[in-house]
């Protein structure tokens, strides 16, 4: 279902907000414990919201515009009151004391908060499983990953257990989990949305974005949650399109660039190409110019990446001391066996070996060979984009070079789980904005996504060429048959 779907069934007055509202929780209460998309549910701040939309609808206010609708945060964002543990030990019952401006915005445009969603400990992750809640399961299909590290809010959309989730996307979590789950998941350019209140991983690089059933569903909440915010210094400035008006626009003359360096890959999974090689002839008929076009670095995205953003985590991360957040280790006499007991006990085997890596490659003496090197390499895969760009309007490639794995299948094997995000991680280096969309499915019956990677502030073309797409392909008709989950 989408908002406009739901949006017909309020209009209806057969059943107040409230109660559509409970059948979500209803939903959630049967389904979550097979797939684990939920950490918490706040099924009292959804009463009183849901509460609130019917008394405007009954006393024929003029209603928010995303009124009624349900949405699902992923866990990595404050909202007051409520646990937002970034699914770790460090933070489990770490209650946040303020707002994020983005769940802020959402709940100001009527949204109603279902609850928190998992991810891969403090976003580290392509698979939602090293939570400390335990891995949500695909809900395509149960035994496999729903991706990461927005996993919880990717599965929750695909699953029907909302209609909209935000999830935070610092290398690739919120398309490479969309992609896997079959869903849409939109990663805006750096700047656009407020990071305040995200809990930060690798800061130059984190962007909040949706996850949803739609291109225009994403779209409205994109509007809902842009623009500039003075508790973050890093938002851009700049005027929020009405991104829902040119969403119909023919796509007939625009431009669109397949990366060579993508398809060439030999990690990329053979029917994965296919589908989204005849997606690219759907774009064709559908009027668009294709191009071949050049990105020399794109593949040395990945070894840029786990340079940079180790680094900045473990910068980040140097706040958990035992002493000022989250998880204290009982006992210890001093401060130093206090704090270094803390960390060890409270962050998991992932966020330990990324705080090492980031911490061994600023140190004195490394930091010109890591950090500055990856930083120099990050600024030619910008200028990569800038020249494709003078030639094409937006980018082509397939979000993921394979469908969702089986669970287990990378869990001791961290380079091989880093490769997911080959094709995902450039676009955050570059602070571009990226949509997934699906596209098809391979012989399994897994979802296949593809990505399309716009120029600085262009998010409303890649939403229009998405759309098209969308429209004309229909691939968002199929769902996971979830009655089949809950009878096995
Ligand atoms: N999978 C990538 C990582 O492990 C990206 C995570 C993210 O985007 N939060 O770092």
Known sequence: MNFNSFRKEIKSGNASVKELINEFFLKIDSLNPKINAYTCLTKQIANSQSEKIDEFIFNNKKIPPLAGIPIAIKDNICTKGVVTSCSSKMLKNFVAPYESTVSGKLWSSGGICLGKTNLDEFAMGSSTETSVFGTTSNPWDINRVP??????????????????????????????????????????????????????????????????????DAAEILYSISGKDHLDSTCLNKPVPNYLSDLDKSIKGVKIGIIEECFNHPGLDPEVKLSVLSSVERFRSLGAEIYDVKCPRFNDGIATYYVIAPCEASANLARYDGVKYGYRSDGESNLLDMTSKSRAEGFGDEVQRRILIGTYALSSGYSDAYYKKAQRVRTLIRKDFDSAFDNVDVLLTPTCPTTAFLKGDFVNDPLSMYLSDLLTVPVNLAGLPAISIPCGFDKKGLPIGLQLIGNVLEEHRILNVANIFEKDAGVMNNKPNIEILINN
């Not at 990461?148 to 690739?172: E, N």
């Not at 789950?181 to 350019?189: F, N």
């Open 147 to 216: 991706g990461g590290s927005s996993g919880g809010s990717a599965a929750s959309v695909a699953a029907g257990l909302c209609l909209a989730a935000i999830g935070s996307d610092t290398g690739g979590s919120i398309r490479q989990p969309a992609s896997f789950c079959g869903v849409v998941g939109l990663k805006p350019t750096y700047g656009r949305v407020s990071r305040w209140g995200l809990i930060a991983f690798a800061s130059s690089l984190d962007q909040i974005g949706p996850i949803t059933n739609t291109v225009s």
